[in-house]
């Protein structure tokens, strides 16, 4: 029997993205941020990312002066991680959106299919049991409610209600395939309002991804707005350095305003 030998090319190991890496490592600072403190989305997260990382280059060019002006150079190191961090919370956001999304949308699809193939049962019941008061009346009780559980539970209850008392309907050429559709019905939309309750189909909750984006915006831009207050403060001659600790993104806004401001005056000299 002859043997294969392996060679090391031939086994890859498997590359975990740094976002996943970076994201790991802040976790447990991100979490920590207070709900109470978590500030408002005032840059969009993925501008917010890319200025991190403009500058952590300018901080790590500049670190001996900024720590000499007293910032913790811990900070500098963190910048680039919780830029990661962000990156990463941001993605599983729109992940746990997108699933909640197709999630309502199988709901909205198989509740309307629901809805219709109800009406029908109860339709082709009060013909067939037009002289049995009793499951007239259990067919009535059966079909009452209005939430999405009732919608589910009325499929169940005719399915039941139908196999139960099957002569009747034997006698009007009833479709008894309707009975297991309902069945199957009910359990299919079981299913899917239970996620939805879960609030996602991987185990992530949009409510609770987006709290975590949230705090990883929070954290990312404390360490920024800190790091910048002492790149302004150390660089307060040096207008080249200076602005490489400002919000390229809130520059172009301020900029974008005072173009605007101007024009809305003439036009209402012109007026």
């Given at each position: 029997?002859?043997?294969?030998?392996?060679?090391?090319?031939d086994?890859?190991?498997?590359?975990?993205?740094?976002?996943?890496?970076?994201?790991?490592?802040?976790?447990?600072?991100?979490?920590?941020?207070?709900?109470?403190?978590?500030?408002?989305?005032t840059?969009?997260?993925?501008?917010?990312v890319g200025?991190?990382?403009?500058?952590?280059?300018?901080?790590?060019?500049?670190?001996?002066?900024?720590v000499r002006?007293?910032?913790?150079?811990?900070?500098?190191?963190?910048?680039?991680?919780?830029?990661?961090a962000?990156?990463?919370?941001?993605?599983?956001?729109a992940?746990?959106?997108?699933?909640?999304?197709?999630?309502?949308?199988?709901?909205?699809?198989?509740?309307?299919?629901?809805?219709?193939?109800?009406?029908?049962?109860?339709h082709h019941?009060?013909?067939a049991?037009?002289?049995?008061?009793?499951?007239?009346s259990?067919?009535?009780m059966?079909?009452k409610?209005?939430t999405?559980?009732?919608?589910?539970?009325?499929?169940?209850?005719?399915?039941?209600?139908?196999?139960?008392?099957r002569?009747?309907l034997?006698?009007?050429?009833?479709?008894?395939?309707?009975?297991?559709?309902?069945?199957?019905?009910?359990?299919?939309l079981?299913?899917?309002?239970?996620k939805?309750?879960?609030?996602?189909?991987?185990?992530?909750d949009?409510n609770?991804?987006?709290?975590?984006?949230?705090?990883a915006?929070?954290?990312?831009?404390?360490?920024?707005?800190?790091?910048?207050?002492?790149?302004k403060?150390?660089?307060?001659?040096?207008?080249e350095?200076?602005?490489?600790?400002?919000?390229?993104?809130?520059?172009?806004?301020?900029?974008?305003?005072?173009?605007?401001?101007?024009?809305?005056?003439?036009q209402?000299?012109?007026?």
């Amino acid at each position: 029997m002859s043997t294969k030998t392996v060679k090391q090319n031939d086994v890859k190991e498997a590359v975990v993205p740094s976002n996943i890496v970076e994201y790991n490592e802040r976790l447990e600072d991100i979490n920590a941020v207070p709900d109470s403190e978590i500030m408002d989305i005032t840059i969009p997260p993925s501008r917010l990312v890319g200025e991190a990382e403009t500058l952590f280059n300018f901080a790590e060019t500049d670190k001996e002066i900024l720590v000499r002006s007293g910032l913790d150079p811990e900070l500098i190191a963190r910048l680039k991680s919780a830029s990661g961090a962000l990156r990463y919370s941001c993605g599983q956001l729109a992940k746990a959106l997108k699933s909640e999304g197709e999630i309502n949308a199988q709901w909205k699809t198989g509740s309307q299919k629901g809805s219709k193939l109800r009406d029908e049962l109860v339709h082709h019941f009060l013909f067939a049991y037009r002289d049995n008061a009793e499951v007239l009346s259990m067919v009535r009780m059966a079909t009452k409610g209005y939430t999405n559980d009732d919608k589910i539970q009325h499929l169940v209850n005719l399915s039941a209600i139908g196999n139960e008392y099957r002569k009747e309907l034997e006698n009007v050429g009833f479709d008894f395939s309707l009975l297991d559709e309902a069945s199957k019905m009910s359990a299919l939309l079981g299913d899917i309002l239970g996620k939805i309750k879960a609030t996602g189909t991987d185990g992530v909750d949009g409510n609770a991804a987006r709290l975590i984006r949230d705090k990883a915006y929070t954290y990312l831009k404390n360490i920024m707005d800190e790091i910048r207050r002492h790149g302004k403060y150390v660089f307060y001659r040096n207008q080249e350095r200076f602005r490489g600790y400002t919000s390229a993104y809130n520059r172009r806004r301020r900029q974008s305003r005072t173009e605007v401001i101007p024009e809305a005056a003439e036009q209402r000299e012109a007026a």
